[in-house]
């Protein structure tokens, strides 16, 4: 494993995608920032992110998944690795957040950005961007955020932090392929934030309706059901939680 560090950066994401452009990067090599300045999330939004308070960096996966249809499972792995990590930590009341959030108190702690290329040797190559609330205590208007200090009541090393969870996704990346994703997604499901709880969504057209979570399919699909007891799938940018 080959850990970068940088005092400050745009992006781990685009700093490890423009390295790949360059030279040869090995597996499993680490870009952290102390301060990113444009790190992305999911629906395009930007982290806020109080300089030296938390940890952003950025993973880069090759030789894993074998096709298009697997992709997802990345995702899974990547957030049963962060909740596991957390646990360790004794974080309590954790849960996974669809699609790719880690939530602790129903507050967010730590958010995912997978980027996959699809290289012309049929090599699917991945970087995870992922951003850790750690020991920042003020979030302006975001009330449902938080971090590891707000949570807990402590300060946390951030150090720790990022070795405790590199060393749970390494174990469960050999994990993943020795033995498949059904572990993966069976640790998913079983914290899965609010499934099988009702809830208030809004759909892309800004409709609010009442719906059920049964399940996140193989493809990244999350599976409602409303209240005419018909399944409808929604992808990341057609549905948000109310909460």
Known sequence: ??????????????????LTTKQTVDNFTVVVAENQTNGRGQRGANWEVE????LTFSV????????????FNLNVVVAVSLFQTFSNLKIPNLAIKWANDILADKKKICGILIENQFKSNSEILSIIGIGINVNQENFSNLPQAS???????????????LLTFLNQFQNNINLYKNEGAKYFWEVYHENLFKKNVPMAFENASETKFMGIIKQVLPNGLLQIELEDDSLQLFDIKEVKMLY
């Open 147 to 161: 971090s590891l200090k707000n949570i807990s009541g402590q300060e946390w090393s951030k150090e720790e932090v």
């Open 60 to 71: 880069l996966i090759k030789d894993v998944l074998l096709n298009f249809e697997e992709v």
């Open 1 to 18: 494993m080959h850990i970068i560090k940088l005092p400050a950066i745009d992006s781990t994401n685009s700093y490890l995608k423009e």
């Open 51 to 54: 300089n030296g308070k938390n």
